[in-house]
Antibody, heavy 119, light 113 residues
């Protein structure tokens, strides 16, 4: 059974940093692109970033470029999102998701972790 | 970026009746070389993560009931729930994966009338 379990969310002040983690199981992690998608309270879904299988190629939504870094550790079956320079508008539930077809199609999602940026 | 626009924003349907949700993309998401629409539908129930329902515009994900169907091509797509069940109450999102960044519609909330 495919499982994705996020952790690391919490309350942080504007300008602060946070590192999210996602541990995967039930599939060969190193075979898949992995993604972070976020959802602000009461709002829709927004793709944040992806990382390809070997961790070298990455892409980000414009609003987080230069502030967020996606990475992975295939030996640990883990995906990460380092978030620096956090803003109030980054407040959201952050979901880790598996890319089904190396094309930004998301077939499995974690339960999400809430990041709240507030003073 | 490709903008995805869903309609309506919400709808209330009686149990057993048909529900129809539309989604329009600002650009063509049909890839001629493989004859595929890079388009998906997701279901998000209250308090849960999104779940993939349909991809390539009309292919049901494994385990999705056949009352869910997707249609359309190019820029205009439809999700149909043929006979609404209580467990279908959710917000439904369309998504294009034709180009990066992948983008979602704003969501359509489906409720029981």
């Amino acid at each position: 059974e495919v499982q994705l379990v996020e952790s690391g969310g919490g309350l942080v002040q504007p300008g602060g940093s946070l590192r999210l983690s996602c541990v995967a199981s039930g599939f060969t992690f190193s075979d898949f692109w992995m993604t972070w998608v976020r959802q602000a309270p009461g709002k829709g879904l927004e793709w944040v970033a992806y990382v390809k299988q070997d961790g070298r190629e990455k892409s980000y939504v414009d609003s987080v470029k230069g502030r967020f870094t996606i990475s992975r550790d295939n030996a640990r079956n883990s995906l990460y999102l380092q978030m620096n320079g956090l803003r109030v508008e980054d407040t959201a539930v952050y979901y880790c998701a598996r890319d089904a077809a190396a094309h930004n199609l998301f077939d499995y999602w974690g339960q999400g972790t809430l990041v709240t940026v507030s003073s | 970026d490709i903008v995805m626009t869903q309609s309506p924003d919400s709808l209330a349907v009686s149990l057993g009746e048909r529900a129809t949700i539309n989604c329009k993309s600002s650009q063509n998401v049909f890839y001629n070389s493989n004859n595929k629409n890079y388009f998906a539908w997701y279901q998000q129930k209250p308090g849960q993560a999104p779940k993939l329902l349909i991809y390539w515009a009309s292919t049901r994900e494994s385990g999705v009931p056949d009352r869910f169907s997707g249609s359309g091509s190019g820029t205009d797509f439809t999700l149909t729930i043929s006979s609404l069940q209580a467990e279908d109450v959710a917000v439904y999102y369309c998504q294009q994966y034709y180009s990066t960044p992948p983008t979602f519609g704003q969501g359509t909330k489906v409720e029981i009338k």
